[in-house]
């Protein structure tokens, strides 16, 4: 179980990443980045940063190994901007969830539009 300043770290990283990257390492025009989940270790010492990137594939990939290597960077903006002992080291993880539900969900529509399709030659 997380403690509440962990959770408030978590925040206030996933808060301050964002807006580093937003004014840094701006997106590409052919994807849309969001940060999903920022979670630190227990000693604060390390966070783990979840990333979504939704829009085309390749780009998205590029633009993630990106961030990846600009964790220095970041690193050392969220330094100036967050008073805490220690600023985490961070690890970027890619996470699909948004891209993986928008499949579950074109899916369910194309059921839906066969369903439709059906009740109306039953008709």
């Not at 780009?59 to 969220?78: A, M, Q």
């Not at 100036?80 to 891209?99: C, K, M, Q, T, W």
Request: charged share 35%; with cysteine.
């Amino acid at each position: 179980m997380t403690s509440r300043r962990v959770k408030k770290v978590g925040s206030l990283i996933k808060t301050e990443i964002s807006e580093i990257i937003q004014k840094g390492i701006p997106c590409p025009a052919s994807c849309i980045m969001t940060i999903t989940e920022a979670t630190p270790t227990a000693d604060l010492k390390n966070a783990k940063v979840f990333i979504s990137i939704y829009g085309d594939d390749e780009e998205g990939t590029r633009y993630f190994n990106r961030l990846v290597d600009s964790r220095k960077f970041i690193r050392k903006e969220l330094y100036g901007r967050v008073h805490l002992r220690y600023v985490p080291e961070l690890e970027f993880i890619r996470d699909n969830s948004i891209a993986e539900g928008d499949k579950v969900l074109k899916i369910f529509q194309v059921i839906d539009q066969e369903k439709n399709e059906t009740d109306k030659e039953n008709i």
